[in-house]
Every structure is written in structure tokens, then in C-alpha cells.
């Protein structure tokens, strides 16, 4: 999920394209849990902090 063409960046080294948005919802409409996270070690953040970025 790096920066590519098309992307919107959501965190570091973290980018999503639309199809990548959508599918997000849809899990995290569907009660998953979604946590972005570089390695374990890391800080993490939601979906819906990412969703934040997006507007």
C-alpha cells in the first residue's frame, strides 16, 4: 500500500486507491475491525482515523 499513481495518502508509507477505500468499508461495515500498523513495534491506527484523511 505505498504511494502509487491514483493513491491518497492515509499514514506513513501507507496509500489507498478507491477500489482499496471501498473495500475497507465494506469490511468495516460488515463489523471488522481494521487496524494499520508499519511493523509490530509500530503505532497503529483505525480505519476510521484513516477515513479522517480521506475528507
Given amino acids: 500500500m505505498s504511494a502509487r499513481e491514483g493513491t491518497t495518502t492515509i499514514g506513513g508509507n501507507q496509500c489507498v486507491n478507491q477500489e482499496e477505500i471501498s473495500a475497507f468499508n465494506y469490511l468495516s461495515d460488515d463489523g471488522h475491525h481494521i487496524d494499520f500498523r ?4 509500530a503505532s497503529s491506527y483505525t480505519w476510521q482515523d484513516a477515513q479522517k484523511k480521506l475528507k
Fill in 38 to 41: 508499519l511493523v509490530p513495534d
